[in-house]
């Protein structure tokens, strides 16, 4: 019991300390955190900020501003001590630093800057007194601008403080005889991201089952279907220590395989690979597993909004000839920004990576056994297809072998409603005419069912027994 009342008594004398504190307030200053990073070197900025006493402070009162190490004042803030007053505007001056009293009866004089030794952890502070006179009186503020200001009839002074990064400002004040009237602490500088991508509008295509040259559409004229995939780049070029943009260049990782080759409009497919992309340096380009866009504009500042438009266009003059749309798998966004003042990774700044950005999915169960062995000696190796819907099904196959021999696409026929089909190993010799050679192939079945409606299971065997080969559907991809 004695020990909580302690507590309590403590907590108390801690909460009255508190409410004597003087309060520093700013718009705090935002340091790129990239740019720290990349040991991007600081600039001159203009500080300034508001500070409310809790307490009086009598005449020859020492106030005590004192910067952390991500704050270097300078020695041109070219102030010599005494302190220039303009009263009857509320405002005061002694170099580079500025002191505004607002309504405020009082004024400060001898002015002392201490530039520390960084080297040897030194910090930079401000202190001056207030003048004889009328006192600090409890709850009056003033504003202090260290750098550019017109506290005179003229502009005077110059930005001279570098923020290097994060900082917090501290407060103290002393009446002559060194007794402490009050402290305080505020927030003068925060990090922040200088960039940042975000897809807005996913790639969502859905292919026709039949033959994999359209999307599904609702609406879309048949044959013209569009599917847009949008993206925003943010380039927070304003704050301290901003990185100074070279080049940007966004990169969506999907299977794009042959999509450039007909991104001219000459032939049906996908022509708006060359499509809305509203600052990009060139033409986005494309090739088998990627579509990258370069921007144009050399340190590109603010939000950058882009589209890409795949189109998959008829070809009126010849309709019969088609392209095949990749399914895409998974498609992820990534930008690297390369810079002039920075210190970077080469190859640079990777500001995001595996950004969802949507796929495009065909309208069809696909089932990919990634092991099939055809022709090999006391091997037997067959599939196991299982049609649990009232009708029969179409079945188209493609392979790659062990040489990146690609086949197909090929019919492989129909799958009987509600019955089991026994894919052997001498029809897949058939299918994929390989006349009796020794072949690894990985199989992948476009079956025109749903999802879920046709389910395989794959098998080899020889004299030593017999091994189940993992599907996708087994696998759950």
Sequence with gaps: MKLFKKALVATAVVGAFGAQAATISSD??????EGIAAKVASSASKVSFDIVVDKEHPSSSVITLSFDKNVDLMSTLACTGTVTQTVSGGKAFCGSIGFDYGTGS?????VTVKNGDASKGET??????????????????????????????????TDTVHVLGASTLSYKSEKADKTVIETGTGVLAVEANQFAFDVTT???????????????????VAGNEVDELKYTFTNKSTLLRAIAVNSVVANFAGNFKNVDNFADGATSGLAS?????????????????????????TNYTGEQKDTLSFTNKVNNANPAVKQSIPVTGDVTGSVVITGTNATLPAGGLTVESGVDAGKWVIDATIINVPYVPVNYEDTDTFIHFANET?????????????NGVEYGPLNYGKLAA???TKLPEPKMDEIFKLNGAKTKLSVTFNIDANKGDVTAYAVSQNSKGRTEISTSQQRGN
């Design 124 to 157: 930079d502070s401000i202190s001056f007194k207030v003048n004889l006179g009328n006192p600090l009186t409890a709850n009056s503020a003033f504003r202090v601008v260290l750098g550019q200001h017109d506290f005179d009839a003229n502009t005077t002074g």
């Design 202 to 220: 996913k790639l969502d295509g859905v292919i026709e089952r039949n033959d994999a040259t359209a999307w599904k559409t609702t609406g879309s």
């Design 106 to 110: 009082f004024t400060f004089d001898n």
């Design 28 to 33: 705090a200053l935002k340091v790129s955190s």
């Design 390 to 402: 009232s009708k029969e099904v179409d079945v188209i196959v493609t392979a790659i072998d062990q």
């Design 418 to 420: 509600n019955t089991v």
């Design 273 to 297: 690979v060359k499509g809305t992309v509203t600052t990009s340096a060139t033409a986005p380009s494309t090739d088998a597993d990627k579509v990258i866009v370069t921007f144009a504009n």
